[in-house]
């Protein structure tokens, strides 16, 4: 599986994001999708994750301003609403196909200015 992130960039605070992820290789098995962040000197943290059947988790700091979907069997989005200068990161997809592996993308920098 090869995922391919993309839609970072720079934005001020209380703007919006839209995070793509395709996915392209094997995408069969997939129990679900995820977004994850790595802040500079941190440790990377889930930020939002649905399985296939729809179920949908967030971090407590992205609740209400994050929504993480999927419109086809091989994209994920994230739509980041009111963004904040602590959303800055290296944000990651995964893909979680149990046995069959865990997948990462190569990562897409977004940066909120205060």
């Known amino acids: 599986v090869q995922l391919q992130a993309s839609g970072g960039g720079l934005v001020p605070a209380g703007g919006f994001l839209r995070l793509s992820c395709a996915a392209s290789?094997?995408?069969?098995?997939?129990?679900?999708r995820g977004w994850y962040r790595q802040a500079p000197g941190k440790q990377r943290e889930l930020v939002a994750h649905i399985t296939t059947g729809g179920s949908t988790n967030y971090a407590d700091s992205v609740k209400g301003r994050f929504t993480i979907s999927i419109t086809s069997a091989s994209s994920v989005y994230l739509q980041m609403n009111s963004l904040k200068p602590e959303d800055t990161a290296v944000y990651y997809c995964n893909v979680d196909r149990g046995w069959y592996g865990s997948h990462w993308g190569q990562g897409t920098q977004v940066t909120v200015s205060s």
């Open positions: 290789g094997s995408i069969s098995n997939i129990r679900a």
